[in-house]
T-cell receptor, first 112, second 112 residues
Framework: DGGITQSPKYLFRKEGQNVTLSCEQNLNHDAMYWYRQDPGQGLRLIYYSQIVNDFQKGDIAEGYSVSREKKESFPLTVTSAQKNPTAFYLC???????????FGSGTRLTVV | EDQVTQSPEALRLQEGESSSLNCSYTVSGLRGLFWYRQDPGKGPEFLFTLYSAGEEKEKERLKATLTKKESFLHITAPKPEDSATYLCAVVYPTGTASKLTFGTGTRLQVTL
């Protein structure tokens, strides 16, 4: 079955460490996205990519980095520069830029 | 200012007690409004897309409607399995581009 796989489901990070969240899709979608979800706030866009080897900053890109070397993969690195990284991170993909999003099951990152 | 506002924040219904969730928006030139369902610890699942005022979509016990200022998600005779957070999102033009903004969601609990 086609879908989006995020791993790991839970991730713990010590302050000062970089961590990378994995996102893989087999839907043959061109566009992929990373969102952050915090209690009481709507999903906020971190980065998006509409094509391989190209990506754009979203509304809250500071302290994050991404790569898009393959159509199927869009990993997100949370760097030590991100001051408040504890959150639920969601990856999504779609055929078109805004329509028909398919979301992964999320990664909950906790800084300890 | 908030572009998308969902109300109520939380709603508790008894099984069979019909109700509606609201998503109001202040954007101009709406290009699409989406409803998603999100279960705890999981990614959102797509429900409906609405494009123009007067449009309606139905799926099982759910019916989404759209006016020029808001959308309603009507839940008829809900069951406990309908318990989830319901998110709406809007796509609207910003200059030469478009933007997708999510609301903060309505947490629905349906009890026996």
């Amino acid at each position: 079955d086609g879908g989006i796989t995020q791993s790991p489901k839970y991730l713990f990070r010590k302050e000062g460490q970089n961590v990378t969240l994995s996102c893989e899709q087999n839907l043959n979608h061109d566009a992929m996205y990373w969102y952050r979800q915090d209690p009481g706030q709507g999903l906020r866009l971190i980065y998006y990519s509409q094509i391989v080897n190209d990506f754009q900053k979203g509304d809250i890109a500071e302290g994050y980095s991404v790569s898009r070397e393959k159509k199927e993969s869009f990993p997100l690195t949370v760097t030590s520069a991100q001051k408040n990284p504890t959150a639920f991170y969601l990856c999504a993909s779609s055929v078109d830029r805004y329509y028909g999003y398919t979301f992964g099951s999320g990664t909950r990152l906790t800084v300890v | 200012e908030d572009q998308v506002t969902q109300s109520p924040e939380a709603l508790r219904l008894q099984e069979g007690e019909s109700s509606s969730l609201n998503c109001s928006y202040t954007v101009s030139g709406l290009r699409g409004l989406f409803w998603y369902r999100q279960d705890p610890g999981k990614g959102p699942e797509f429900l409906f897309t609405l494009y123009s005022a007067g449009e309606e979509k139905e799926k099982e016990r759910l019916k989404a409607t759209l006016t020029k200022k808001e959308s309603f998600l009507h839940i008829t005779a809900p069951k406990p399995e309908d318990s989830a957070t319901y998110l709406c999102a809007v796509v609207y033009p910003t200059g030469t581009a478009s933007k997708l903004t999510f609301g903060t969601g309505t947490r629905l609990q349906v009890t026996l």
